[in-house]
């Protein structure tokens, strides 16, 4: 049994390894919740988009697996159990800085990401039910209207000043329709909105996961200091025997 400073980070491993369990959920958490807004807004964004909150996703299940290496380990004094966990840490360091890392950098690509989908999914609005359905719910909940503004419709074979519903934030019952004219019409384009939504989830994922991954270093560094301990106390044990 390890003993003085040594029992010390024993029990601060496995307290660790509790608060490690807690992150691991939270990466989930966080992950899954941007992977299910990013979805609502498939049309408009490249498949590279959800690479990210789906890696984000895998680190916190890994983490939550790795983290009762860490707990049984640190209880039994298992120096075996100790070293994998180590490894484990090392390797979740690595995909959380490359997901954080990854997070932050995309937000670089994101404005001529939407450019591009935004402009055509928009002039195929009247003949692509998907593309019509992703327009309204982005138009409605960023409440947005146009890829700039909402005379790119015109675009889309929106004649004189009518515009899609979902561009007012309200139809009147005796006049189902929007304009341009309407008192409850949005005037500002989705891409900024859209933009602005997505680098502000970029950065909470690069956030995230570079400052968990800095954090984790300090287990790597008890559960080695640790390991070394268990292993010199056998080595002692073994020699007194012989």
Same mark, same amino acid.
């Given at each position: 049994?390890?003993?003085?400073?040594?029992?010390?980070?024993?029990?601060?491993?496995?307290?660790?390894?509790?608060?490690?369990?807690?992150?691991?959920?939270?990466?989930?958490?966080?992950?899954?919740?941007?992977?299910?807004?990013?979805?609502?807004?498939?049309?408009?964004?490249?498949?590279?988009?959800?690479?990210?909150?789906?890696? /984000? &996703? =895998?680190?916190?299940? *890994?983490?939550?697996?790795?983290? !009762?290496?860490?707990?049984? #380990? $640190?209880?039994?004094?298992?120096?075996? /159990? &100790? =070293?994998?966990?180590? *490894?484990?840490?090392?390797?979740? !360091?690595?995909?959380?800085? #490359? $997901?954080?890392?990854?997070?932050?950098? /995309?937000?670089?690509?994101?404005?001529?990401?939407?450019?591009?989908?935004?402009?055509?999914?928009?002039?195929?609005?009247?003949?692509?039910?998907?593309?019509?359905?992703?327009?309204?719910?982005?138009?409605?909940?960023?409440?947005?209207?146009?890829?700039?503004?909402?005379?790119?419709?015109?675009?889309?074979?929106?004649?004189?000043?009518?515009?899609?519903?979902?561009?007012?934030?309200?139809?009147?019952?005796?006049?189902?329709?929007?304009?341009?004219?309407?008192?409850?019409?949005?005037?500002?384009?989705?891409?900024?909105?859209?933009?602005?939504?997505?680098?502000?989830?970029?950065?909470?994922?690069?956030?995230?996961?570079?400052?968990?991954?800095?954090?984790?270093?300090?287990?790597?560094?008890?559960?080695?200091?640790?390991?070394?301990?268990?292993?010199?106390?056998?080595?002692?044990?073994?020699?007194?025997?012989?």
């Amino acid at each position: 049994m390890v003993s003085g400073g040594m029992a010390c980070v024993k029990y601060l491993l496995f307290l660790f390894n509790l608060i490690f369990a807690i992150t691991g959920i939270v990466f989930i958490s966080v992950g899954a919740v941007i992977l299910i807004a990013y979805r609502g807004y498939s049309n408009f964004v490249d498949i590279w988009m959800f690479a990210v909150p789906v890696l /984000m &996703i =895998i680190v916190g299940v *890994v983490v939550f697996i790795t983290s !009762f290496f860490g707990c049984c #380990g $640190a209880v039994k004094e298992n120096h075996c /159990m &100790i =070293i994998t966990f180590s *490894v484990l840490l090392l390797l979740i !360091f690595a995909l959380e800085l #490359g $997901a954080g890392i990854s997070g932050y950098l /995309m937000r670089s690509k994101v404005s001529s990401m939407l450019e591009k989908c935004m402009n055509d999914t928009l002039v195929s609005y009247k003949n692509r039910p998907d593309f019509r359905q992703s327009w309204d719910i982005m138009q409605h909940d960023l409440q947005c209207c146009g890829v700039h503004s909402p005379q790119d419709w015109a675009r889309a074979g929106f004649t004189g000043n009518t515009l899609p519903n979902s561009c007012c934030t309200e139809i009147a019952a005796n006049n189902p329709t929007c304009d341009t004219n309407d008192i409850k019409s949005n005037t500002e384009g989705c891409k900024a909105q859209l933009q602005k939504k997505i680098e502000e989830n970029a950065l909470i994922l690069g956030g995230v996961g570079i400052g968990v991954a800095l954090i984790q270093l300090i287990g790597v560094i008890f559960a080695c200091c640790l390991a070394r301990s268990i292993r010199r106390e056998y080595e002692t044990v073994e020699t007194t025997a012989h």
